[in-house]
């Protein structure tokens, strides 16, 4: 990415990347869900919590997160999704994400992209959950492509009702 490449010129692509993305997360593919990441990455959710100070209410690194991940762990999470070891995704869950830029930033070796985004889950009959909060992407070049190197979601729950966490944001 060189210098002359603006926000502007990035955010179309940026909105494939999120668009293709959804449309694998709701197929439940998460091997192929995989391919949207750098070879090395961190995903992270950390919890939230109730706090008289905003700056406290996001657990730091190195705190406890719902998630974090890098692709060795992550590859143990989706592989047993994939499996028929996944008993809590027997019936598979049923998906819809939203996805809306917000800012965009580049500089000459990556791009910056924060977003909020909301997840629906239905499962069986009875089961519905709602995850929403914002997400900010740190995306990489790799062999001219657009690989996510880091992801962070920051829910705006601070407790989440469902069974399992089973969902990918």
């Known amino acids: 990415m060189s210098n002359a490449t603006s926000p502007e010129m990035l955010w179309p692509a940026v909105e494939s990347i999120y668009r293709h993305e959804i449309r ?55 592989g047993k999704l994939a499996s028929s070891n996944a008993w809590s995704e027997v019936p598979p869950s049923r998906l819809r994400y939203f996805v809306q830029i917000l800012d965009l930033t580049v500089d000459n070796s990556e791009v910056v992209a924060v977003s909020n985004v909301l997840a629906f889950r239905a499962r069986n009959e009875s089961q519905e959950n709602r995850y929403y909060g914002e997400r900010t992407d740190r995306f990489i070049e790799v062999n001219g492509q657009l690989k996510i190197a880091d992801r962070t979601v920051v829910l705006d729950q601070v407790r989440l009702a469902a069974e399992n966490l089973n969902v990918f944001l």
Do not use: K
């Not at 091997?31 to 939230?48: K, T």
């Open 24 to 78: 694998v997360l709701q197929r439940g593919d998460y091997l192929d869900w995989l391919s949207f990441f750098a070879q090395e990455f961190r995903y992270r959710m950390p919890v939230v919590r109730s706090t008289d100070a905003r700056a406290d209410m996001v657990a730091a690194q190195g705190e406890l997160g719902y998630y974090d991940e890098n692709r060795d762990t992550m590859e143990l999470r989706v």
